[in-house]
């Protein structure tokens, strides 16, 4: 059964900054690796995705995936108040029919 | 961009009650999804579908049944509620998973549950 950690459970970041979020789980076969954000009293929404090693930038925000450490990571650049969100990472699991979540880090970015 | 709607959007119900929380997708997705959220655990699985008449049992499904009646329609059960259900629930949905895994979920709005 896939297991999908997410550190640290919150941050509190000063605007402009960097914010790095980390995710590992335990299935070294999965394909899918993805963040999803959701906002105070909204419903979570994909943010980025990836399936290969390595690293994908779009806009303000990067993903590092490095499958032979089981982790990945979400990095958010220039860091915004309305980036001030709960961010979900997920992971597919063996059948790659679904997405197991992590437990969510809670990010604050202080003007 | 994909709309799945869910209802109702609030319920209170108390120990061993029946209720029925509904979800439907109007983006031809064959995918569709239930996950509770609490507190410290982030999104869980309950079950999952992915098409009209099929289920799977996903990581937590102790205490709840689920229906695909069609491919825009998936219904949660919960004969005999605890307050240990008491929770936040997500519908989502997909297409089917591409080459290289999964696609995209989309979300509906949530229904709040409270099992008093």
């Known amino acids: 059964q896939q297991k999908v950690q997410q550190s640290p459970e919150s941050l509190i970041v ?17 394909q899918y690796f993805a963040w999803y954000r959701q906002h105070s009293g909204k419903a979570p929404k ?26 990945f990571s979400l ?9 001030s969100a709960l961010y979900l990472c997920a992971v597919s699991d063996q059948g790659g029919r679904a997405l197991i979540f992590g437990t969510g880090t809670t990010v604050s970015v202080s003007p | 961009e994909a709309a799945v709607t869910q209802s109702p959007r609030n319920k209170v119900t108390v120990t061993g009650g029946n209720v029925t929380l509904s979800c439907r997708q109007t983006n031809s997705h064959n ?28 990581d937590v499904p ?19 509620a605890s307050p240990s259900q008491t929770s936040l629930y997500f519908c989502a949905s997909s297409d089917a998973p591409g080459a290289t895994g999964q696609n995209t979920l989309y979300f509906g709005a949530g229904t709040r549950l409270s099992v008093l």
């Open chain 2, 31 to 58: 995918y569709m999804y239930w996950y509770r959220q609490d507190t410290g655990h982030g999104l869980r699985l309950i079950h999952y579908s992915y098409g009209a008449g099929n289920l799977q049992i996903g």
């Open chain 2, 62 to 80: 102790d205490g709840y049944k689920a229906t695909r009646t069609t491919q825009e329609d998936f219904f949660l059960l919960l004969e005999l």
């Open chain 1, 75 to 83: 990095h958010i650049r220039d860091s915004q108040p309305s980036d």
């Open chain 1, 14 to 30: 000063p605007e402009g900054a960097m914010t790095s979020l980390n995710c590992t789980f335990s299935d070294s076969a999965s």
């Open chain 1, 46 to 71: 994909a943010l980025m995705s990836i399936f290969s090693n390595g690293e994908k930038e779009e806009g303000r925000f990067t993903i590092h995936l490095n499958k032979a450490s089981l982790h």
